[in-house]
């Protein structure tokens, strides 16, 4: 329970301590951004390779191999959906919701990248459009597709309301990793990690600083692209939430399923190469 008032006086320099401006913890002007327009030639003449159609309240696994595209998409209503990434073939290497909010901000749109987790620090995948980029932010502080959600999951859930829920989000993903990898959802729920939101509209109070959720506006038809900088597995829940515009981890909220397309372009973007892992010696001063 946060304090509705403050136990101690404010000192007489208060406001010269507050009014310390700002600093960026990572700045990111020496990393080479995104090249966009190479990135959007390259779709000229693609083809889609396969598509997956996540149904409400549950969760479904996709491939897509570097230097390919994939989009997912809003097809029959306004719908919610909590993204995991690992890089194919090694579920160690997963993406880093923690370091990507730290380098590119609380939510993402086009140009900015997801990153993997340590010791492998590399792009994954590059957001290359994004129809709901002319939301921005609301008044309420809130906007789309955010990275500072965790994700719905029956832990929680039992800790606050103390019931069982089997099709909140973090278990959707457990589910549908264990049965790509053929393992028990035991084994692969450590894999399961903090998500993109995509298309959650979300933000922090700015009275207590609690995280809030409202209605998406996604709309069917409104997409968020990616560019594949590794070979990716991907997993994709349809949150129970519906568009979270009241609640989740609920069978009482209108759901809708979300559609992953896969696109192969003709000829990867013009001077892409695939990002190595992270250089870094792992000496850590020994």
Not at 27 to 36: E, F, G
Not at 134 to 151: A, C, L, N, Q
Not at 183 to 195: L, S, Y
């Amino acid at each position: 329970m946060k304090l509705t008032k403050f136990e101690h006086a404010e000192p007489q320099d208060a406001a010269a301590r507050r009014g310390v401006r700002p600093v960026i913890c990572y700045p990111v002007d020496s990393l080479a951004p995104p090249d966009l327009a190479a990135y959007r030639a390259a779709r000229q003449g693609w083809r889609k390779v396969s598509e997956v159609v996540v149904p409400p309240r549950d969760a479904r696994t996709f491939e897509v191999p570097a230097g390919c595209f994939f989009r997912i998409v809003s097809i029959d209503g306004p719908q919610v959906g909590d993204l995991n990434l690992w890089a194919a073939g090694d579920l160690n290497e997963r993406f880093f919701s923690g370091k990507t909010r730290a380098l590119h901000g609380t939510h993402l749109s086009t140009g900015d990248r997801l990153w993997s987790c340590l010791p492998y620090l590399r792009p994954m995948a590059t957001i290359t459009e994004d129809t709901l980029d002319w939301y921005g932010f609301d008044e309420f502080g809130g906007s789309v597709h955010d990275v500072i959600g965790t994700r719905c999951d029956p832990y929680t859930h039992k800790l606050l309301s103390g019931g069982e829920y089997h099709h909140c989000c973090h278990s959707n993903l457990t589910r549908a990793l264990a049965g790509h990898a053929q393992r028990p959802a035991a084994e692969v729920e450590p894999a399961v990690h903090d998500v993109l939101n995509v298309f959650m509209c979300t933000g922090f109070t700015r009275d207590t600083g609690q995280y809030f959720m409202k209605a998406s506006p996604v709309r069917p038809g409104d997409f968020l692209e990616f560019f594949a900088e590794i070979d990716l597995l991907g997993a994709l829940s349809a949150c129970p939430g519906g568009d979270c515009s009241a609640e989740h981890s609920s069978d009482t909220a209108a759901c809708y399923p979300l559609l992953v397309e896969v696109y192969e372009p003709v000829a990867p973007p013009k001077g892409w190469t695939s990002p190595p892992r992270n250089s870094y010696s792992r000496d850590h001063g020994f």
